[in-house]
């Protein structure tokens, strides 16, 4: 892996952030409602309105907006909200560390479930256990998030009362209690991680069980177990980095529903508070910091998969 | 063409998928004539019943009638899903042809920006325009077309990366067609049978993001029979009668298996290989 292959990599997450502000300023500019209506309400004099106007740069080009704002957020500044008048960078940074807290226990309970079941499903390829991991995989991308997550919520916390129904509790505040609302939702959010994973793994797995080398393995005389361990998991599950970081925007996408029905303070919920309010400069810097996350995991997994794979020579 | 269903129905995903999406097909095409009550007349003294030879599935809340209202919502569900993934298809096979097919820098270039659009999730985008726009069932179905561009222009340019070497396509080439009539008449052509499968599977997730959308409150409005609408109001009852919450749930579940199965019933079938 060369050095070059990182510094194209980065200018690739600036060049998507690039892309993502364009999109997400051109997406608030089609809005028809005004900023300024929005902020002093319909009842506002035509003289307050247009002196707000000429005060937040509404008359300029819209060019000029973009790159007023562009500049802005490239010091650090996200832009104060329409709805609370806070500035929105430090609220949605808050709110993001409780999804990534969500996100990556979601992800470790779909590594430490999906990657045994796939490989379970490839070994006994055809038998009982295939059967019933591919049942499992098409239950999980039966229903959306909201489905599972209703149906959690009545089994679970209205009928058994075993856990919590919604709401969050800092860990630092109170551990057992901050766990115990964060079981449902992390467990809602794995099940679609769980079946998309598990069958990419199969998959993988049965194409690299059925290459020369590892043919060439077994009439070495070595045993079934020693050649899955040493020379098809490696090979087999290397991709699995890919899918994984790939999977991050549906991961991203269910922590916004996922939030919502557990009342969860995270981004998601931000984001749709902020939508709902059409509160412009939240939405904006929710979005960008959404694709920012996105392009940071799959930088990362792209690094950690040209380190992990010799083979991969990046120029 | 016998010979390629033949081998569809001989998986047993692709005989239940076919199955399941022949069932969606009638209820979508019939549904309304089928339904025994209206979808919307309320009666009061039939809450929550549960399923009789009266209301096979039983009433909701407002004492309507759920299979009627199944019947019915499979329109505004099951239709919208397959016109939006259809859209959105197009979209991205056209970029991801054309993309394949200019090649070098060009090439480069839109990738990177669908790249970087797909790190926007498609749920949050959806969210946004149907929010910015209004939200109605045209634009959800934008949104939801737009949303899935990206990901359909990638997977048909990586495709189209292996026609583009074919010896026909240098062929036409070489006989100095313009770009236009390469990519349409003889790339596209021959990049169709894998977006097929691609975008069998997607209908199902373009049925669960317009369900989202209508439980978020910004798709299909009250008192419509959506049946992401559905489990949304089911919610607030679902103590009182669960099935209020599960047939509509069911339904998504059919819908979604259905498709995901003929999905990967016709990948095998048009790949014999695996």
Same mark, same amino acid.
């Given at each position: 892996?060369?050095?070059?292959?990182?510094?194209?990599?980065?200018? @690739?997450?600036?060049?998507?952030?690039?892309? #993502?502000?364009?999109?997400?300023?051109a997406?608030t500019?089609?809005?028809?409602?005004?900023?300024? #209506?929005?902020m002093?309400?319909?009842?506002?004099?035509?003289?307050?309105?247009?002196?707000?106007?000429?005060?937040?740069?509404?008359?300029?080009?819209?060019?000029?907006q973009?790159?007023?704002?562009?500049?802005?957020v490239?010091?650090?500044?996200?832009?104060t909200?329409?709805?609370?008048?806070?500035?929105?960078?430090?609220?949605?940074l808050?709110?993001?560390? =409780?999804?990534?807290?969500?996100?990556?226990?979601? *992800?470790?309970? @779909?590594?430490?479930?999906?990657?045994?079941?796939?490989?379970?499903a490839?070994?006994?390829?055809?038998?009982?256990?295939d @059967?019933?991991v591919?049942?499992?995989?098409?239950?999980g991308?039966?229903?959306?998030?909201?489905?599972?997550?209703t149906?959690?919520?009545?089994?679970?916390?209205?009928? @058994?009362k075993?856990?919590?129904?919604t709401?969050?509790?800092?860990?630092?505040?109170?551990?057992?209690?901050?766990?115990?609302?964060?079981?449902?939702?992390?467990?809602?959010?794995?099940?679609?991680?769980i079946?998309?994973?598990?069958?990419m793994?199969?998959?993988?797995?049965?194409?690299?069980?059925?290459?020369?080398?590892? =043919?060439?393995?077994?009439?070495?005389? *070595?045993?079934?177990?020693?050649?899955?361990?040493?020379?098809?998991?490696?090979?087999?599950?290397?991709?699995?980095?890919?899918?994984?970081?790939?999977?991050?925007?549906?991961?991203?996408?269910?922590?916004?529903?996922?939030?919502?029905i557990f009342?969860?303070?995270?981004?998601?919920?931000?984001?749709?508070?902020?939508?709902?309010?059409?509160?412009?400069?939240?939405?904006?810097?929710?979005?960008?910091?959404?694709?920012?996350?996105?392009s940071?995991?799959?930088?990362?997994?792209?690094?950690?998969?040209?380190w992990?794979?010799? =083979?991969?020579?990046?120029? | 063409?016998?010979?390629?269903?033949?081998?569809?129905l001989?998986t047993?995903?692709?005989?239940?998928g076919?199955?399941?999406?022949?069932?969606?097909?009638?209820?979508?095409?019939?549904?309304?004539?089928?339904?025994?009550?209206d979808?919307?007349?309320?009666?009061?003294?039939?809450?929550?019943?549960?399923?009789?030879?009266?209301?096979?599935?039983?009433? +909701?809340?407002?004492?309507? +009638?759920i299979?009627?209202?199944?019947?019915?919502?499979?329109?505004?569900?099951?239709?919208?899903?397959?016109?939006a993934?259809? &859209?959105?298809?197009l979209?991205? &096979?056209?970029?991801?042809?054309?993309?394949?097919?200019?090649?070098?820098?060009?090439?480069?270039?839109?990738?990177?920006?669908i790249?970087?659009?797909m790190?926007?999730?498609?749920?949050?985008?959806?969210?946004?325009?149907?929010? /910015?726009?209004g939200?109605?069932?045209?634009?959800?179905?934008?949104?939801?077309?737009?949303?899935? &561009?990206?990901?359909?222009?990638?997977?048909t340019r990586?495709?189209?990366?292996?026609?583009?070497?074919?010896?026909?396509?240098?062929?036409?080439?070489?006989?100095?067609?313009?770009?236009?009539?390469?990519?349409?008449?003889?790339?596209?052509?021959?990049?169709i049978?894998?977006i097929?499968?691609e975008?069998?599977?997607?209908?199902?997730?373009?049925?669960?993001?317009?369900?989202?959308?209508?439980?978020?409150?910004?798709? &299909?409005?009250?008192?419509?029979?959506?049946?992401?609408?559905?489990?949304?109001?089911?919610?607030?009852?679902?103590?009182l009668?669960?099935?209020?919450?599960?047939?509509?749930?069911?339904a998504?579940?059919?819908?979604?298996?259905?498709?995901?199965?003929?999905?990967?019933?016709?990948?095998?079938? /048009?790949?014999?290989?695996?």
């Amino acid at each position: 892996m060369s050095p070059n292959y990182v510094a194209k990599r980065l200018v @690739m997450i600036v060049y998507t952030l690039f892309i #993502v502000s364009l999109i997400v300023f051109a997406i608030t500019q089609v809005l028809p409602a005004d900023a300024a #209506v929005m902020m002093l309400g319909e009842n506002a004099t035509q003289e307050a309105l247009a002196a707000l106007r000429e005060n937040m740069g509404l008359n300029a080009p819209v060019w000029q907006q973009y790159a007023s704002w562009l500049g802005h957020v490239l010091r650090g500044d996200l832009g104060t909200s329409l709805r609370t008048g806070q500035p929105v960078g430090p609220v949605m940074l808050e709110a993001l560390g =409780r999804s990534l807290l969500l996100a990556f226990l979601s *992800i470790g309970l @779909m590594l430490v479930l999906a990657i045994p079941l796939g490989i379970i499903a490839a070994v006994r390829r055809g038998k009982i256990a295939d @059967m019933i991991v591919s049942l499992i995989s098409y239950a999980g991308v039966a229903l959306p998030e909201f489905v599972t997550a209703t149906v959690a919520v009545l089994v679970f916390a209205d009928l @058994m009362k075993w856990l919590p129904p919604t709401g969050y509790v800092p860990l630092t505040e109170n551990f057992t209690s901050g766990i115990a609302h964060l079981v449902l939702p992390v467990c809602v959010i794995s099940v679609i991680l769980i079946a998309h994973v598990s069958r990419m793994v199969r998959s993988e797995l049965v194409d690299v069980l059925h290459t020369d080398y590892i =043919r060439a393995a077994r009439l070495k005389g *070595i045993s079934r177990g020693t050649v899955l361990r040493r020379h098809a998991l490696r090979n087999a599950l290397l991709p699995t980095i890919t899918i994984v970081a790939l999977d991050v925007g549906y991961l991203l996408g269910g922590v916004i529903v996922v939030e919502e029905i557990f009342a969860i303070p995270g981004i998601g919920r931000q984001l749709i508070v902020a939508i709902q309010a059409r509160d412009l400069p939240a939405i904006q810097a929710g979005v960008l910091i959404m694709a920012a996350t996105y392009s940071i995991v799959n930088f990362i997994a792209d690094i950690l998969y040209a380190w992990l794979d010799k =083979r991969i020579q990046y120029d | 063409m016998t010979d390629f269903v033949k081998r569809l129905l001989r998986t047993p995903q692709g005989a239940i998928g076919v199955f399941l999406v022949l069932l969606v097909l009638v209820v979508v095409l019939l549904g309304p004539m089928l339904a025994p009550y209206d979808p919307e007349t309320l009666s009061p003294l039939a809450r929550y019943k549960g399923p009789s030879p009266a209301y096979w599935l039983g009433t +909701d809340q407002y004492g309507r +009638d759920i299979f009627s209202r199944l019947l019915i919502g499979a329109r505004a569900t099951v239709v919208m899903a397959v016109l939006a993934t259809i &859209a959105g298809t197009l979209i991205g &096979a056209f970029i991801g042809t054309t993309s394949a097919f200019l090649g070098g820098r060009a090439d480069e270039l839109i990738m990177r920006t669908i790249d970087a659009v797909m790190s926007i999730p498609s749920l949050l985008f959806a969210l946004l325009v149907v929010n /910015l726009l209004g939200s109605s069932t045209v634009n959800a179905l934008i949104a939801v077309a737009i949303a899935f &561009a990206p990901g359909m222009a990638r997977i048909t340019r990586s495709v189209a990366l292996s026609v583009r070497k074919q010896d026909y396509v240098n062929a036409a080439v070489a006989r100095g067609e313009s770009s236009g009539y390469i990519i349409l008449r003889e790339m596209l052509p021959n990049v169709i049978a894998p977006i097929i499968v691609e975008m069998t599977i997607r209908v199902s997730f373009a049925v669960m993001l317009f369900a989202t959308l209508s439980f978020l409150g910004l798709g &299909a409005q009250p008192p419509a029979a959506e049946w992401g609408l559905m489990v949304s109001e089911a919610r607030r009852y679902m103590h009182l009668s669960a099935g209020i919450l599960i047939w509509p749930s069911v339904a998504i579940a059919i819908v979604a298996v259905g498709f995901n199965l003929l999905g990967d019933g016709l990948r095998d079938a /048009l790949n014999p290989r695996t």
